[in-house]
């Protein structure tokens, strides 16, 4: 399966503990995008990594939340001293290209299955 | 005021009609447009992906986007159990690229 992987598929931390959230994109992408989805709500858009870059952290809250893609290994999103408001479901998407490659068209974006973080 | 709009539904159909699902978005700047579909506790998958105004078809899919009135529609055709699931909308502009804007998504019910 050479689609997005995502580990672990889910993760429960006890408040004030750290959360690793793990995403490999598709072979031969090298974009990465973290969204997180709260119950009945749509994605939310964090951050937009390139390898060992930052291109958008926009959505990212200001404190606790971080995000690295090394040039080798997967992309991290971490998150630190976690409070209930994190539970959620967390999703990584890749592309191929740069969205503002070709004139203006955007290469898609693929998902990965997510992991739910629960936080007791 | 949401940049994103869309019905949470449920939306209930009978197995073979035809499902139609819209979106309406505030920024003129969004110029690609894309729909996922999402089964329970999975990732999105990407359905349909349109760039500016027009019509699209894939198979039993299609969408239309009017950026004149900010409006996305898909249609699903001859609708079977397997299409019950959520249906994501979602945008994107030279403003802020790779930074998708999702609606909140439509849960589709099709019964046999």
């Known amino acids: 399966n050479a689609g997005v992987m995502q580990n672990p598929r889910h993760l429960v931390r006890r408040r004030g503990q750290e959360a690793r959230l793990r995403c490999s994109p598709m072979?031969?992408?090298?974009?990465v995008y973290w969204y997180r989805q709260l119950p009945e709500e749509g994605l939310k858009f964090m951050v937009y990594?390139?390898?060992?870059?930052?291109?958008?952290e926009s959505g990212m809250p200001k404190e606790r939340f971080s995000a690295e893609f090394p040039k080798e290994g997967p992309s991290i999103l971490r998150i630190q001293q976690v409070v209930r408001g994190d539970s959620a479901a967390y999703f990584c998407?890749?592309?191929?290209?740069?969205?503002?490659?070709?004139?203006?068209?955007?290469?898609?974006?693929?998902f990965g299955p997510g992991t739910r973080l629960t936080v007791l | 005021q949401k940049e994103v709009e869309q019905d949470p539904g449920p939306l209930s159909v009978p197995e073979g009609a035809i499902v139609s699902l819209n979106c309406t978005y505030s920024?003129?700047?969004?110029?690609?447009f894309m729909w996922y579909r999402q089964y329970s506790r999975k990732g999105p998958e990407l359905l349909m992906y349109?760039?500016?105004?027009g019509n699209k078809e894939d198979g039993r899919f299609t969408a239309q986007v009017d950026k004149s009135s900010k409006y996305i529609s898909l249609f699903i055709r001859d609708s079977q159990p397997s299409d019950s699931a959520t249906y994501l909308c979602?945008?994107?502009?030279?403003?802020?690229?790779?930074?998708?804007?999702f609606g909140a998504g439509t849960q589709v019910v099709v019964t046999p």
């Open positions: 998407a890749s592309s191929s290209y740069p969205p503002y490659l070709a004139g203006g068209r955007s290469d898609t974006q693929y």
């Open positions: 072979k031969g992408h090298s974009h």
């Open positions: 990594l390139q390898k060992e870059n930052i291109i958008d």
């Open positions: 920024n003129s700047a969004f110029q690609y």
């Open positions: 349109t760039y500016s105004s």
């Open positions: 979602a945008v994107g502009g030279t403003d802020s690229w790779g930074k998708l804007q």
